[in-house]
């Protein structure tokens, strides 16, 4: 299986009333964990890659090789899309040079006005390419690589404006944060959403930070038309805690109980739990078969 465009899948989940999940990786192992996740499961799988992870990682290259490598190696049958995650104007040129079958331009903290001219641009060199492309109004709450959000509501004749651009799927602020959602969060704004959804139409929206949304909102939001879900945080603090409680256990034995492989197998078994579970949530199980 080589990667693909993201279109297909989410032009399906769309129709069919379910959303992808698109799980954020940092290293080998997550890249693993979710890739093994979405065979078992048989779900098509987006791998988000935002500009300081691809960074950590090495790079665009490195991260195009990695995931590559590994459709082969661990014989992935079902949809899988390499995403660039709140990419730059730069960072998605680059991703393009690399190979990423997928990129998000998050234009949401321009002017509307260059934030079409820009997107505009992407999309004539990303379907050129074949590559998908994910759009942003309305800025996301929290913080993603240096770009600031508070949780604003975007305007939906701005989506509509965006939409008509010809990206293939578009990420709208309903009220969402990224990380950790705060005790006072007023939840999502449905009215915002449905809105958004009459104005454009068949595409396929974007839920960005999905970690902590109840799981009642997140079923209504599919059903108000939003078929792509990211996941981060969620599989960090999962990875983390079983790793933290590994350490615990082992602390007072050898050194034979830190080998890396031993190290990083039960959070490499806790980011596949919290997949398996978001997907199962996302009504992505089996739609791949």
Not at 120 to 147: F, N, P, R, Y
Request: hydrophobic share 40%; with cysteine.
């Amino acid at each position: 299986m080589y990667l693909v465009s993201a279109k297909d899948m989410l032009v399906k989940a769309k129709a069919g009333r379910y959303a992808v999940g698109q799980f954020n990786i940092n290293n080998l192992e997550w890249t693993k964990a979710i890739l093994m996740t979405a065979e078992e499961l048989k779900s098509p799988v987006i791998l988000g890659v935002s500009e300081g992870a691809g960074k950590y990682m090495g790079g665009y290259n490195a991260v195009v090789g990695m995931v590559n490598g590994l459709l082969k190696d661990l014989k992935i049958s079902v949809p899988v899309a390499l995403h660039l995650d709140h990419g730059s104007f730069e960072g998605c040129y680059k991703c393009l040079d690399a190979g990423f079958s997928s990129i998000m331009f998050d234009g949401s903290h321009y002017p509307i006005d260059e934030n079409v001219a820009k997107t505009t641009e992407l999309v004539a060199a990303a379907h050129k390419m074949g590559v998908s492309i994910e759009a942003e109004v309305g800025s996301i709450g929290g913080e993603e690589d240096g770009v600031i959000g508070m949780g604003e509501c975007a305007d939906p004749e701005e989506c509509k404006r965006v939409a008509d651009l010809g990206v293939d799927f578009l990420a709208a602020g309903i009220g969402n944060i990224h990380g950790v959602y705060p005790p006072n969060w007023k939840g999502l704004s449905f009215e915002t959403l449905d809105a958004i959804q009459k104005k454009t139409g068949i595409l396929p929206l974007v839920l960005h930070g999905g970690t902590g949304i109840p799981a009642d909102m997140i079923k209504k939001a599919i059903e108000l038309g939003v078929s792509k879900i990211n996941v981060n945080t969620e599989c960090q603090i999962s990875f983390t805690a079983a790793t933290r409680e590994y350490f615990e256990a082992n602390k007072d034995k050898a050194s034979k109980g830190f080998d890396p492989r031993k190290v990083l197998a039960p959070g490499f078994e806790a980011i596949k739990a919290t997949v398996k579970e978001k997907m199962e949530l996302f009504g992505s199980v089996g739609k791949a078969e």
